[in-house]
Structures are given as C-alpha cells and as structure tokens.
C-alpha cells in the first residue's frame, strides 16, 4: 500500500503563475482534505471532500479550487500564486474521519 | 465552531524522564473525538493517539497516554521514559462526531528531548 501520495515534494513559482498540486490514495478513503502549515498557525483546513463529486470549502479557501472526479485522486489547484500562498501543503485521507488521517509527506511551495 | 489551543510552543525533557504536554478545546457539541499528531523533522504527520469524547476511559497506546477531561475540555498527551526518537512537533485535534470531515488543529508544541 502506497497510502497517500502527493506531487511534487518541492516546487518554486512565480508571482501569478498557476499549477496543480497533485493526491492520489489507493486505500479506498472516501474523506480527502487539504492542509496548509505556516509557522506558528499549525495546520489549516482549505478544502475537503466526503466523496467523489462532492467538494466543501474550509477554514482558508481562497486562491485554491479543487475537485473530485475519482475516489482516489484530490487535486489542489493555486490559480494565481501569491506569495501569502509560500507553504507546505497536506493532502489528507481517511475511511469516514473517526479512525484519524492518513497524510500525504507534504509538498513545500515557494512563491517568489 | 470548534478551536483547539496549545499554550506550551515549545517543551523539553530528558531521556527516560516523563514529559505532559497540554491541549484545550473548545466545541458546543456533545459528542467529538480528539487526536494527538506526531511531526518529526522528516515531515511526515503521524498518528499517535485517539480518544472518543463519549469514552471516560483515557487512552493509551504504549508510552503515550492521554488525560482527557471532559468538563474542562482539557485533552494532555504524556509521553513515558522518553526517547530521542519523540523529539518532534505535536499537535492537538478534534472533530465532531457528526461532521467528521473536519479535522481542526492547534498550533503545536516542538517537543526537545535531551541525552
């Protein structure tokens, strides 16, 4: 078992450029989310999904899009990176949310 | 809405000695579960322990052990005879029971684990 797998593990953009985050889980998880970790703020909820077709915003939406097309893939999509959007970035999954989280090992993204 | 509040950002202990780490939660519902979060330096977030809001029983896997009291919404993690490899950040979390697809964090404590 893979587990969660995110892409890429380092990535450096530029102001207003877009790009997509990839998550992909073979453990057959219906709940999927993504997390971002600053210093200091732990970790924030941007968007989750219970199932494939359904998407709900979290804590901090904004500048991400996301969908859920299969029950094993979630990507995150940043439309126009920003700076405030340097980060580490974790896609997350679990069976129904009670039994804890299997997370991805994160992805690291710098926005010059 | 639910918060969940770590006011140690950083603890240290020696090995083979016991260390607490605390946690405090907010929430207006009845029935939620509550995690701790291992995060060595690798990055890799790590499930340590669970507890079910409706159990009195504490939980306790190994080592870790929680002191969950529910009318103070206080939810500690005691780690026993630590080991260099518990050096880490960990995190607090909850999440209601009936909407379990939000997992709330707090801020975190860089534990330090000396020789």
């Known amino acids: 078992n893979a587990g969660v797998t995110q892409t890429p593990k380092f990535q450096v953009l530029k102001t207003g450029q877009s790009m997509t985050l990839q998550c992909a889980q073979d453990?057959?998880?219906?709940?999927m989310s993504w997390y971002r970790q600053d210093p200091g703020m732990g970790l924030r909820l941007i968007h989750y999904?219970?199932?494939?077709?359904?998407?709900d915003q979290g804590e901090v939406p904004n500048g991400y899009n996301v969908s859920r097309s299969t029950t094993e893939d979630f990507p995150l999509r940043l439309l126009s990176a920003a700076p405030s959007q340097t980060s580490v970035y974790f896609c997350?999954?679990?069976?129904?949310?009670?039994?804890?989280?299997?997370f991805g090992s994160g992805t690291r993204l710098t926005v010059v | 809405a639910q918060t969940v509040t770590q006011s140690q950002p950083e603890m240290s202990v020696q090995e083979a000695e016991t260390v607490t780490l605390s946690c405090t939660y907010d929430?207006?519902?009845?029935?939620?579960?509550l995690f701790w979060y291992k995060q060595p330096p690798s990055r890799q977030m790590i499930l340590v322990i669970r507890?079910?809001?409706?159990?009195?029983q504490n939980a306790t896997e190994n080592r870790f052990s929680v002191n969950f009291q529910k009318a103070a919404k206080s939810f500690s993690l005691k780690i026993s005879d630590s080991q260099l490899g518990d050096a880490a950040m960990y995190f607090c979390?909850?999440?209601?029971?009936?909407?379990?697809?939000?997992?709330?964090f707090g801020t975190g404590t860089r534990l330090q684990v000396f020789p």
């Open positions: 997350a999954s679990s069976y129904q949310g009670a039994q804890g989280y299997t």
């Open positions: 453990m057959n998880h219906e709940y």
């Open positions: 999904s219970v199932g494939a077709g359904i998407t």
């Open positions: 929430t207006s519902e009845s029935d939620y579960y």
């Open positions: 507890q079910e809001a409706y159990k009195q």
């Open positions: 979390a909850s999440e209601p029971s009936y909407n379990t697809d939000k997992l709330i």
